[in-house]
């Protein structure tokens, strides 16, 4: 996955909790998102930044928080981790749209349990 | 709402087989038409895409077929090996100002040897 680092790769937190992901790319693209998967449902989006301290929501947003201080940040923040939010996280990046092909480059993604 | 959906959840199939793999969609504004291949602790990779100005597209062992009208996309991989067991999602996107993909919801396939 070179380009695209995630950290933690895993993590155990109680319910309540915050946790914070971090996503980091050396690729000075534009856009980053924050998708989650779970069996049967695919990826879902959560939230995207199309630039710096521009963000907007995704399809499954409630309960979630991003922020991208930085071109190469871009930040997922669960303020009180619930069961529910147990999951496996990936971000990804993408430069501008050419030709018609939107390339998104994944992660290697981030192993949530909450307890 | 899912607007991306696919079919089937999982798929066996013998060494040398053709797995076929369909997603049908919903919304007409979708113009990019992507397959992902996903191994296991590793995140999806483009593996295919296509647009609807074309019916078929092929790379390697792996085609896609389009069919606008009926809004339907499927992937098939010709002579099919153990090591494409593997989780395929198809897509869609439209050009906005997100350049999001829509995921359907994957099939796990298992080529036995």
């Known amino acids: 996955d070179a380009g695209i680092t995630q950290s933690p790769r895993h993590k155990v937190t109680e319910t309540g909790t915050p946790v914070t992901l971090r996503c980091h790319q050396t690729?000075?693209?534009?856009?980053m998102y924050w998708y989650r998967q779970d069996p049967g449902h695919g990826l879902r989006l959560i939230h995207y930044?199309?630039?710096?301290?521009?963000?907007d929501k995704g399809e499954v947003s409630d309960g979630y928080s991003v922020s991208r201080s930085k071109t190469e940040d871009f930040l997922l923040t669960l303020e009180s981790a619930t069961s529910s939010q147990t999951s496996v996280y990936f971000c990804?990046?993408?430069?501008?749209?050419?030709?018609?092909?939107?390339?998104?480059?994944f992660g290697a993604g981030s192993r949530l349990t909450v307890l | 709402q899912q607007q991306v959906k696919q079919s089937p959840q999982s798929l066996i199939v013998q060494k040398g087989g053709i797995p076929i793999i369909n997603c049908a969609y919903e919304n007409t504004a979708f113009d990019y038409f992507p397959w992902y291949q996903q191994f296991p602790g590793k995140g999806p990779a483009l593996l295919i895409a296509?647009?609807?100005?074309?019916s078929e597209k092929k790379e390697g062992r792996f085609t896609i077929s389009f069919n606008k009208s009926a809004k339907q996309f499927s992937l098939h991989i010709m002579d099919s090996q153990p090591g494409d067991s593997a989780t395929y999602f198809c897509?869609?996107?439209?050009?906005?100002?997100?350049?999001?993909?829509?995921f359907g919801g994957g099939t796990r396939l298992m080529v036995k040897p």
């Open positions: 296509i647009r609807p100005d074309v």
């Open positions: 690729e000075n693209h534009r856009y």
């Open positions: 930044s199309y630039g710096v301290k521009d963000t």
């Open positions: 897509a869609a996107s439209m050009n906005n100002a997100g350049n999001m993909l829509t």
């Open positions: 990804a990046i993408s430069g501008t749209r050419v030709s018609g092909a939107n390339v998104l480059t």
